[in-house]
């Protein structure tokens, strides 16, 4: 622990480097080939708000898919943009959120000429990648910026047969979890610009909620792994991408499951797929991924990155030994010959378009009161319900409750999804946006 | 000069052989291969510096492992072999005529060239018309068998290093699936003797109970493995191994072994009170 210091003045200062940090966050720009790269220690959370507010300010529209994660939408209540929500496609099979496609951004930016920014997922949890490249030309055909949400994309910059990345295509930011797939500690973070975007402004912005304390912990640890995948990422996912490719094909030959891959691209709403992302589609054998997810844990020692209504989701990292690799397999196979049952019955859909209502700030911030969640069918939500991961909002701020999204809680609740979000610890009750004419019946 | 192997039996003890010659070095992709020459247990040969083989004692150790289960359930077939590159189990399975077919599956390709050349008393038999060998990972080999084999001998190394994943839940579940109804499925356990054994022994009954009715030990004295006292897993969907011993039929066969016989059978499943009470629920 006797690196845990703070910024006297050999250290610089993280609200204002100018000596060891900045030369670090050099470094940094150049390996992921940006402008400018900032070290971010309140996570990429705070990266993708910073993008959101830096590129937006109250009133002004943000173009995005609905399948962003919480930090996104928390930006816009913090920040009182209003979203524009594309819908991105859905694989109605494995139940899970594409890319957004070509023509819904093109139709989004000729609908709303006026809005700044055009925020994409890429890729999301599950590896899907949107037309990064093209999203980019248009949006700054139409003098918008690019801000791209890349927390599950930092190894793109470290290996050619990966997708393409953000800075690649000329986008104008992106927020680059290093901790995720990148090797640095928990927490840490990149957030990287690019073309026009002024790096002064955009300090000021990450100064606003970000700690004057910046761990040198997290910081000594985003500039090591910058270093040594600058150095060694090549080899470093050539050995991942061959660790998963293994896993998939032998994963595909046990039966009963789907690990999919680059066979789902389409040049649109799949328009890369990332491989090292090894997601799994369960239900075939009767078995929600949750489900799986639980037993692999709770049965085989084995802890992998989530499990929801469909599918489970491995990352498979460098520090996987083939062995785990053969465990895992080996695993899936006993699960599917001990555990499978009839999927009839088992929720097929994983995506529900929301109904907007009111900006996520204004529905935050209004009056509202607690209700049962069985109470709340048709009125207008005042907090995030999701599960933990993936973090994707079910309801964000502002957005109707449909008979739909209570069936889905209800189901995600039973399989054993840690939801959260609510006032309420248990997720039982939901804050609705107070309706003045209406009476309090649903009490 | 005086050259002397030394392996750490617990952190407190050590068991020293003298050698004469230290014939052979290499590290092959999975582990550390050595053999070395001795006065008293002749030529051995060590994985990662833990005793696999040695002339003089690996007697015990393979008779044990093949003729328990031979006599108990003497229609065995079809055999899987995983570990075991040095060939010791298979030179004793190659003596029953009634064998049709034996997969051997051991990771390292190289331990099995170097027993080969080194070792001949245990590797002479690989060569059988009835052996296939493969060199891939046991738990991947297994895992899409069914109902494919009467015997399963689990001849590997210490549950760290490359013989992990032969000690898991899943690799017993998959063992289970790939035996017939009345299969039978042969492991070796370590000793019981020492503390930090201990654990692992409990974690492995109960994996493999899990899945097998009859789950068995039984122990034999091998000099040169930790503690001198080994024991061995013996589990089957069918059989029991002492009431279901085909005595005569095994005597018939006058198989003529430097250390099994039926009354060894039935004593081997005999075990001390301190080991019991380990498996006591």
Known sequence: MGIDVNSMKPLDNLCHPVSVIKEAEVLAADAFGSKHAFFMVNGTTSAVQAMVMSACKKGEKIIMPRNVHRS?????????????????????????????????VKQAILENPDAKAVLVNNPTYYGICSPLKKITELAHAHHMLVLVDEAHGTHFYFHEELPQSAMSVGADMAAVSMHKTGGSLTQSSFLLINNQVKEGYVRQIINLTQTTSGSYLLMSSLDISRKNLALNGKEIFDRVIELTRYAREEINKLGGYYAFGKELVNGDTVFDFDVTKLSVHTRAIGLAGIEVYDILRDDYTIQIEFGDIGNILAIVSVGDKDFAIERLISSLSEIKRLYSKDKAGMLDHEYINP????????????????????????KICSEFVMCYPPGIPILAPGEYITQEILDYINYAKEKGCFLTGTEDREVARINIVTEYEGSGEEE | MEL??????????????????????????FQRIDVMESYEFGTFLTLDSQMMVAEKDECIYHDMMVHVPMATHPAIQKVLVIGGGDGG???ELTRYKSITHIDVVEIDKRVVEVCRHYLPQTASKLDDARVHLYYEDGLRFVRDKEQAYDLILVDSTDPFGPGEGLF????????????????ILINQHESPYYERNKGSLQKTYERVSAFFPITKFYG??????????????????????????KKDQWEALELDTQYYNTAIHKGSFALPNMIKKLFDK
Not at chain 2, 168 to 183: M, P, Q, V, W
């Open chain 1, 72 to 104: 996104a939408i928390n930006a816009l209540i913090i920040s009182g943009a209003i979203p524009v929500y594309v819908n991105p496609g859905v694989n109605k099979e494995l139940g899970i959120p594409l890319g957004m496609s070509y023509e819904s």
């Open chain 1, 355 to 378: 109904l907007v209502a009111m900006t996520p700030q204004e529905a935050f911030y209004t009056s509202k009161h607690s209700v049962p969640l069985e109470n709340s069918r048709g």
């Open chain 2, 4 to 29: 002397w192997y030394t392996q750490e039996h617990s952190p407190n003890v050590r068991l020293s052989i003298k050698v004469d010659r230290h014939i052979y070095s290499e590290q092959s992709r």
């Open chain 2, 89 to 91: 189990a298979v030179r």
């Open chain 2, 168 to 183: 898991t839940k899943e690799f017993y579940g998959n063992c289970h699936k790939a035996l017939k109804e009345d299969g």
């Open chain 2, 220 to 245: 034999a004295c091998i000099p040169t493995y930790s503690s001198g006292y080994w024991l061995f897993g013996f589990a089957s969907k069918k059989y029991d191994p002492v009431r279901d011993l």
